[in-house]
């Protein structure tokens, strides 16, 4: 079993940036392809970004491209999701998630696929 925990999340002004980190509570941290999915109020859960096992490979949701950053530290078990250019339409809850099957390049987009979840964490764009 897999804990995972949110932080960074907040009240931000359009156009500014927020970091958020999702920390792992497993010794084998590289062995998981890892997300961020963000859901808003009245809306299905959404991908945003994922990560390989192995950092090498990453893939976005076309409206946070250019703006969004997923990456990772083993070292901390630890993933990230650098977030720019904010807009309104960003505003959701923003949950990380851990797939442990998934092959040391592959990026993991289907919700379905992941097997952890953490609780989320409330990011706020105001206009």
């Known amino acids: 079993q897999v804990q995972l925990v949110e932080s960074g999340g907040g009240l931000v002004q359009a156009g500014g940036s927020l970091r958020l980190s999702c920390a792992a509570s497993?010794?084998?941290?590289?062995?998981?392809?890892m997300g961020w999915f963000r859901q808003a109020p009245g809306k299905e859960r959404e991908f945003v970004a994922g990560i390989s096992r192995s950092g090498s490979s990453t893939y976005y949701v076309a409206s946070v491209k250019g703006r969004f950053t997923i990456s990772r530290d083993s070292a901390k078990n630890t993933v990230y999701l650098q977030m720019n250019s904010l807009k309104p339409e960003d505003t959701a809850v923003y949950y990380c998630?851990?797939?442990?099957?998934?092959?040391?390049?592959?990026?993991?987009?289907?919700?379905?696929?992941?097997?952890?979840w953490g609780q989320g964490t409330q990011v706020t764009v105001s206009s």
């Open positions: 998630a851990a797939d442990r099957r998934a092959g040391s390049y592959t990026v993991t987009v289907a919700r379905d696929d992941y097997d952890y």
């Open positions: 497993t010794a084998t941290f590289s062995n998981y392809a």
